[in-house]
């Protein structure tokens, strides 16, 4: 079974690139790249 899910991505003062799936609650990640964050 696959879902898709919406990804929020924002970045925070000091720099860095914090994302969360709104649908999932206390789901969120942090890197310091876009590419860091997908693969990380």
Same mark, same amino acid.
């Given at each position: @079974?696959?879902?898709e899910?919406?990804?929020?991505i924002? @970045?925070?003062?000091d720099g @860095?690139?914090?994302a969360?799936?709104?649908n999932i609650r206390c789901f969120h990640g942090q890197a310091k790249s876009?590419?860091?964050?997908?693969f990380g």
């Open positions: @079974m696959s879902r899910f919406s990804v929020a924002e @970045m925070d003062p @860095m690139l914090v969360s799936v709104p876009l590419n860091e964050l997908r």
